[in-house]
């Protein structure tokens, strides 16, 4: 037996001190029911059952106890998909997370946009607390009550008539793709051939799996699994003339766009592509699809970006921060477009789950307060114009852009050096684009004082620009 894989056996079956330390931690008999009271460090509810708020991390892991063992382990038992940073994070709270080793890091990443009310906020995690010990799983055989809940709630803060739940952000796009066919074959039933064909723009991120990955414009993503979904066809985004004379009746079925691509480098649509986007697909008899997985719920400052264009869709797809760290995705849709589909058309074993629902209820609750998304664009506005003022001066600063607490920062070298001293000093954001920007969503609940802290160490680290290009 190996060292990783022996380390491995005992962190999971000889460990109970960190079964005791993990953050919560709870012993819970079968028959209690625990409520968690809002708020408050050193939480203790029920019987035998413990919520602790993470002060420091745990220290023994079971893996050699340093970010080396797990990392070791990890090389042994997972498929090489992700080129991770070498950190190790075990706990979090507010927008700070720490490692095995107990550094201190401000997360200005939110686990790619997630986190939105950033790690072990109270409210959420009496949510989840509180129906994992109700009902956590049936399936959708059957109705449940926070399934609904959640969908009025969305459609009553929507230009939506209806939802579908999915368990993530690609596979609300993969509904939509299905979705779109079935409303051209519903509206035209006596064509023998309706629209199948689709509209994407150039830096557009819609996902790995085979249909979304077919409308991400992305080459080196699409290129190992040709030959995915055929029917494509790829825009300059937000050039209105490029998009002219391709969007068609009856053959384009749907048109996808992010009014704020995030992946794609923090690139912000204008009104009036988004207008003429509306208007085509009017035209054409094609449904408007809004890909809102990473720019939506609050994101911008909006509770939709679409708010900010007044420019409403057809079909609006939703996940990352949607649950606050759990698996969901939706899929938001006009009765029109509903009208179209059928029972046994789509369905999903997990998705929209009591427990998941329940999460993302408290996350919709706090989020779409107006005092709340104030609160986003103010700070959006402040941290964009610090960032401007301290890093603009820099010769490798091209752009600082960006709309609420989605920001991208766009060099002319590689971000990477720049990413990496940032996570050395204690900061952890993202690229994005063609890895030459840098990418911050925090948590929207960041302070004033925390975005001053993010900027200090991202001007220090600028250096490391330096001493990259001239190795």
Known sequence: MTFARASLDRSILQSPDLLRRRN??????????????????????????EVKEPRAPPRNVGFGDNSKGVMAAEGEVLVGTYARAPVVLVSGRGCKLYDVEGREYLDLSSGIAVNALGHGDPDWVNAVVEQANTLTHVSNVYYSVPQVELAKHLVASSFADRVFFTNSGTEAN??????????????????????????????????????????????NYRT??????????????????????????????????????????????????????????????????????????????????????????????????????LPIGAVLVTEEVASAMKYGDHGSTFAGSPLVCKAAQAVLDKISKPDFLASVRKNGEYFKQKLEQKLGGNSHVKEVRGLGLIIGIELDVSASPLVDACRNSGLLVLTAGKGNVVRLVPPLIITVEELDEAVEILFNALPALDENSSN
């Open 174 to 219: 993969e509904a939509a793709i299905k979705f779109a066919r079935k409303f051209q074959r519903h509206t035209h039933p006596d064509e023998k051939e309706p629209a199948t064909e689709f509209i994407s723009f150039t830096n557009s991120f819609h996902g790995r799996t085979m249909g979304a990955l077919a409308l991400t414009s992305k080459e």
């Open 224 to 325: 190992p699994f040709q030959p995915v979904m055929p029917g494509v066809t790829f825009v300059e985004y937000g050039n209105i003339e490029a998009t002219k004379e391709k969007i068609k009746r009856g053959k384009t079925a749907a048109v996808f766009v992010e009014p704020i691509q995030g992946e794609g480098g923090i690139y912000s649509a204008t009104r009036e592509f988004l207008q003429y986007l509306r208007s085509a697909c009017d035209d054409a008899g094609a449904l408007l699809v809004f890909d809102e997985i990473q720019c939506g719920l609050g994101r911008s400052g909006y509770l939709w970006a679409y708010e900010a264009y007044g420019v409403y869709p057809d079909i609006m797809t939703l996940a990352k921060p949607l649950a606050g760290g």
């Open 24 to 49: 919560p931690v709870w012993e819970r008999p079968p028959s209690s029911l625990v409520k968690l009271p809002r708020g408050g460090a050193g939480i203790a509810a029920g019987l035998n059952l």
